[in-house]
């Protein structure tokens, strides 16, 4: 598996999850040495107008500094809000989101997305 390459079982999974509350995904990426992060930062450019009509909305963009615990280093750190797992199917099944795509494929190396659901922080400090 290449380090962009999608991992189909999960991504079925996210599609085939009932739950219609929002989520957050938290990106880590890595951008190839050569033009990676020009490439990158055209695509987040020309993706916005599609995240913002599916109602998506960036919370944190940050460039990871002091690495603490795991081996990786990453360049770039994003969580983006999306209202739904349904609403970020939308967008990624869009063929003009797919042509804008293509500037993230030829900018990253390698990335980790994950999809996370919260979870209510006071109800397991009161566990």
Do not use: C
């Not at 909305?57 to 002091?66: A, H, I, R």
């Not at 795991?70 to 349904?86: A, F, K, N, Q, T």
């Amino acid at each position: 598996m290449s380090g962009i390459q999608s991992n189909d079982d999960q991504f079925q999974a996210l599609a085939d999850n009932p739950n219609p509350e929002p989520f957050v995904m938290l990106n880590l990426l890595k951008f190839k040495k050569e033009g990676g992060r020009e490439s990158y930062f055209r695509y987040i450019k020309e993706s916005g107008p599609f995240v913002e009509a599916v109602g998506a909305k960036v919370l944190y963009f940050g460039k990871p500094k002091e690495l603490l615990q795991g081996s990786e280093d990453w360049d770039l750190l994003m969580l983006v809000s999306y209202p739904s797992r349904r609403a970020f199917l939308t967008m990624t099944q869009n063929p003009d989101y797919l042509k804008v795509h293509e500037f993230r494929a030829e900018g990253v190396e390698r990335a980790v997305l994950y999809a996370t659901d919260p979870v209510k922080f006071k109800a397991i400090l009161a566990e």
